[in-house]
């Protein structure tokens, strides 16, 4: 029998911590049952497995401690603030302590995001985990481990002291993407406060859709609950909801406000593949949509494709990539594979679908004549920047969004916090913002934006997510303002 194994400490001089007073040693946690959870901010696996673990904490909320080990990959995330924001878009109430050289991961020989590590109450590890668990079967384990440590009389029950940052106060929590409504105005994904506004040109606010709490129901305007909604697009009829944390799509009728389920079942999804029926089929993390002749179009981030949602048939299928998280073009549906697709736009015909591919800083488009996937710009999935330059040399970080213009594709470039135009006819990356000037009285840095949308005029109005606002970007004038927050 293996001696067993004596955790590396995770108090260490340097690191920043979240949601506690002071940093935790394992000291600090001994009796409990402790899970390390190895994330990182960009990963939507990792995303996956918060509401597992949250129903461990609430499970089991004195004999097990879940410690968040933040372990970067991109620049973006090596930030604390960018961290911070993250935790508080995220809802994780438990401490996380933040790594940005990698140390804990290396010392508990951590190999892939997401990866959870048990220790026991006397600070000894008993197991690893990497992937997504099944959100009952990580019950049941955590469960017998309880049980056992409290039959070898070394649980000491207690719970930890968290404190957690006060969420936004102003209209708009971490807005996700923002889209034209047919006949003017705008919807915005309030993901934050799990709602749709709905906005007139100037900014102005017209409606909400959802009751403001994060919730899996249909019914009318107030009374209906979405979850971390990201996406959405409409036609002059509906409005249509990417509802991420649901792992749904989402109808909201634009005369009566009431809201129905189109696809997903509320759980998470595994790969899509032939057209089945939509309300009986789990999607997994839609996080863009757009639409086309009765065919929505989805970002199907957490399966790592592009689905079809038929809306006269009901079903929906596969449009794009194997399943594998990889940067491969070629035909759609088998040999092309995509890597969280997080933004959509179609052209003014309607025959190229555009999308930004987040895991690996990329945009693409699927020729929805030919059924072929094409890398415009990005590398692979640890090829990320912020460079201009011809296709081949340029390179995005984590990309989230894009809008298509005359002029080429407007992305707004998350982690870069920029706003980039992608020239298609000249195969040329070149900055709009940064290089514009604030008209604010109080100017801050963009904030990961996530969204983007062609207002006309030459306009475009960007999510601008941690900063909790709408810009109004004006690259004629060299000028941007505030239009909502």
């Not at 488009?365 to 330059?389: I, M, P, S």
Request: hydrophobic letters at 45%; charged letters at 20%.
């Amino acid at each position: 029998m293996e001696a067993p194994v004596r955790a590396p400490e995770i108090a260490r001089p340097a690191m920043t911590w979240f949601n506690v007073a002071a940093p935790l040693s394992l000291a600090d946690l001994r009796g409990r049952i402790v899970i390390l959870d190895f994330w990182t901010f960009c990963c939507i696996n990792c995303m996956h497995v918060l509401p597992s673990l949250h129903r461990v904490e609430q499970r089991f909320p004195d004999e097990v401690a879940v410690i968040g080990v933040h372990s970067p990959k991109f620049f973006a995330e090596r930030e604390p603030e960018n961290v911070a924001a993250a935790i508080a878009r995220y809802g994780i109430s438990h401490p996380v302590v933040h790594d940005p050289n990698m140390t804990l991961w290396r010392e508990y020989a951590v190999r892939a995001w997401p990866t959870l590590v048990f220790l026991d109450p006397e600070g000894y590890v008993i197991g690893q985990f990497s992937g997504e668990p099944d959100p009952d079967r990580l019950i049941e384990a955590v469960g017998d481990l309880v049980e056992q440590a409290r039959e070898h009389r070394v649980l000491e029950p207690a719970p930890l002291l968290v404190e957690t940052a006060p969420a936004p106060a102003g209209r708009l929590a971490f807005p996700g993407k923002i889209k034209a409504l047919p006949g003017g105005g705008w919807a915005i994904t309030d993901a934050g406060h799990h709602r749709i506004v709905v906005a007139d040109e100037q900014g102005g606010e017209l409606a909400r859709y959802g009751s403001g709490q994060a919730g899996f129901a249909d019914g009318a305007a107030g009374e209906a609950m979405f979850r971390d909604p990201q996406g959405l697009v409409a036609d002059t009829t509906t409005i249509y909801v990417a509802d991420t944390g649901n792992h749904a799509v989402r109808a909201i009728d634009r005369a009566s406000g009431r809201v129905m389920t189109l696809a997903g079942t509320g759980r998470r999804g595994a790969i899509l593949g032939a057209p089945a029926s939509a309300a009986e089929t789990a999607l997994a993390s839609p996080w863009d949509l757009e639409i086309e002749g009765g065919l929505l179009y989805v970002a199907n981030a957490g399966s790592h494709q592009l689905g079809v949602l038929d809306l006269a048939a009901g079903t929906v299928a596969r449009l794009a990539g194997n399943g594998a998280e990889a940067l491969v073009d070629g035909e759609a549906l088998e040999g092309a594979a995509l890597a969280q697709p997080s933004g959509l736009a179609l052209d003014r015909s309607g025959r190229r679908l555009f999308f930004a591919d987040s895991e690996i800083s990329a945009a693409r488009v699927l020729d929805l004549e030919r059924g072929e996937v094409t890398t415009l710009v990005g590398a692979g999935l640890f090829d990320f920047g912020h460079k201009n330059g011809s296709f081949g040399e340029a390179r995005l970080q984590h990309a989230l969004g894009l809008a298509w213009s005359e002029d080429g594709l407007i992305v707004a470039d998350s982690y870069n916090r920029a706003v980039r135009l992608l020239d298609l006819e000249n195969r040329q990356v070149s900055d709009i913002e940064p290089g514009l000037v604030c008209q604010d009285p109080v100017c801050l840095p963009l904030g990961e934006p996530a969204g983007i949308a062609v207002a006309g005029d030459g306009r475009l109005l960007l999510a601008d997510t941690n900063n909790h606002r709408i810009l109004e970007l004006n690259p004629a004038g060299a000028s941007y303002r505030t239009w909502m927050h």
